[in-house]
């Protein structure tokens, strides 16, 4: 089971993590949530009406990591367009933003949070590593943390495609990407037996 889920019976999944791979997960999930950042002021407040109705951004956010986790919802910016065409994308992508993304980062700082919460009570359980076993919900939130650890990984490391996975296996061990390509390697590897064990 080391390094791979496993399904469990009736639903969810098993992995074998060492104290090593519970820190790195860890970290990366209290990095994704830092980048996020804390949700919008209503939340605070506890009035739920005033959450529901809150706006949120409507320009695309500078940081490439963000912009990756948060896409424009309307345009290709590999396909020509003219310039009317443009326009309304843009247009259309600010409306979209402005309504669905305050709930988007929730939902992956929620991903994110469920992630810390099940590693640190795995962690609490006694050291030397041991088994995590995450329910059907668990493994759903875990793979949408996964996945967006790799994206941010993706972005910070410039892969847009798989021939620049293909390139990055053959990095030197001097470079100093190597750490972060061989934990977007391994974070791939777990996210890929995740969704196995999530097929009927």
Do not use: C
């Not at 090593?20 to 506890?46: D, K, T």
């Not at 041991?130 to 493994?139: F, I, K, Q, T």
């Not at 410039?158 to 974070?187: G, N, S």
Request: hydrophobic letters at 40%; a negative charge.
């Amino acid at each position: 089971m080391s390094g791979h889920f496993e399904p469990l019976p009736g639903g969810g999944a098993a992995v074998a993590l060492d104290d090593v791979e519970i820190s790195i997960i860890r970290s990366l999930a209290v990095q994704l949530m830092e980048l996020i950042g804390p949700g919008p002021a209503a939340e605070a407040s506890g009035d739920p009406l005033a959450e529901l109705f809150a706006e949120g951004p409507s320009e695309p956010p500078a940081d490439p990591v963000l912009r990756r986790l948060f896409p424009d919802a309307y345009g290709d910016p590999e396909e020509p367009a003219s310039v009317k065409d443009t326009e309304e994308q843009r247009a259309h992508s600010a409306e979209f933003r402005r309504f669905t993304e305050n709930d988007l980062r929730a939902g992956k700082r929620e991903n994110a949070l469920a992630v810390i919460r099940s590693l640190d009570e795995l962690t609490a359980a006694g050291g030397g590593g041991a088994v995590l076993e995450l329910s059907a919900e668990e493994s759903r939130q875990w793979l949408g943390a996964l996945n967006d650890l790799r994206l941010a990984i993706g972005s910070r490391l410039q892969i847009d495609d798989e021939d620049d996975t293909d390139l990055l296996f053959h990095l030197p061990d001097e470079d100093p990407r190597k750490p972060m390509v061989m934990a977007y390697l391994w974070l791939g590897g777990l996210q890929e037996t995740l969704v196995s064990t999530l097929m009927p």
